[in-house]
């Protein structure tokens, strides 16, 4: 099986999956996020890894839809649905256990699911247009936990130039 196979069938498992959810505005496709996390993870953090690019357009299915670990395991095998599950917070959880469970579970995953973390909070960040200041203080605050956690993956040339980019979006948003 080619690389290129890998991301492939997980566009088109991630648009499926996200079929009938919106965006925040309510007629942006959910879908789009996801494509955008993974066009962030190749052009913006220039990463070509095919693991990396399946998990940043599936980093949502297990939160946000019926999809579990089990299926994304069977489809795409364990390294992606490990990536995935690491990026998947326990919504069971009361929201201060919850967030350090999930930092947690981040800062102990595969290198790749940091980076995806990072290409989430950058498009995170680049969708804030229009929001109230309040919620760009919340996003700034999760951009930079993010940030935290991939400072174990420094040397890294796809994390240095992720940490880089989202880097440069969270002063631009806070000098604004």
Excluded at 15 to 21: F, T
Excluded at 76 to 95: H, I, Q, S, Y
Aim: aromatic share 6%.
């Amino acid at each position: 099986m080619r690389d290129t196979d890998l991301w492939q069938r997980a566009a088109s498992f991630a648009a499926a999956a996200h079929r009938h959810q919106t965006r925040r505005d309510g007629v942006t496709p959910y879908a789009a996020h996801a494509f955008r996390v993974a066009l962030t993870v190749r052009h913006v953090f220039n990463c070509d890894d095919p693991v990396c690019l399946a998990a940043a357009l599936l980093h949502d299915v297990i939160e946000d839809t019926g999809v579990d670990y089990d299926e994304i395991m069977d489809r795409f095998g364990p390294a992606v649905a490990d990536c995935v599950a690491a990026l998947t917070k326990n919504m069971a959880l009361p929201e201060a256990q919850r967030e350090a469970e999930y930092d947690a579970q981040l800062a102990n995953a595969d290198w790749r699911a940091r980076l995806v973390k990072l290409a989430d909070q950058y498009d995170n960040l680049c969708d804030l247009l229009g929001t109230d200041a309040a919620f760009r203080a919340r996003a700034v605050e999760r951009a930079r936990r993010a940030l935290a956690l991939a400072e174990r993956d420094r040397g890294n040339a796809c994390t240095d130039r992720a940490r880089a980019a989202v880097d440069e979006t969270v002063n631009r948003l806070t000098q604004s």
